[in-house]
């Protein structure tokens, strides 16, 4: 069974730091492409970062794009997302994905890649 919990969420003043994770496993981490996406209450889902399954491949939205850096640790089976110059925008829910061979109820394309599993995700609030 597919499982990927994120963790490291918070609460942060504008300017502000901070890393997520997410835990993987019951897959081949290594060999599968990973991604982070936003969701605020009300409004749709944002893909803001992919990695490819050996960090040969990394795509950022604009709107993160020179203050947010995606990575992943192979051994660990566990993806990363550094959020760096937070600002009040960046407050939102926060999931990370990963690619699939087959398809899924959930399942999505982003930038040529479907992917078929979230986890639960974790909140990032950015305030004064």
């Known amino acids: 069974e597919v499982q990927l919990v994120e963790s490291g969420g918070g609460l942060v003043q504008p300017g502000g730091s901070l890393r997520l994770s997410c835990a993987a496993s019951?897959?081949?981490?290594?060999?599968?492409?990973m991604a982070w996406g936003r969701q605020v209450p009300g409004k749709g889902l944002e893909w803001i970062a992919l990695?490819?399954?050996?960090?040969?491949?990394?795509v950022y939205a604009d709107s993160v794009k020179g203050r947010f850096t995606i990575s992943k640790d192979n051994a660990k089976n566990t993806l990363y997302l550094q959020l760096d110059s937070l600002q009040t925008e960046d407050t939102a829910m926060y999931y990370c994905?990963?690619?699939?061979?087959?398809?899924?109820?959930?399942?999505?394309?982003?930038?040529?890649?479907?992917?078929?599993?979230w986890g639960r995700g974790t909140q990032v609030t950015v305030s004064s």
């Open positions: 990695i490819g399954s050996s960090a040969d491949r990394i």
């Open positions: 019951g897959f081949s981490f290594k060999v599968q492409a």
């Open positions: 994905a990963s690619e699939a061979k087959q398809r899924t109820l959930l399942g999505f394309v982003w930038r040529g890649v479907y992917f078929g599993y």
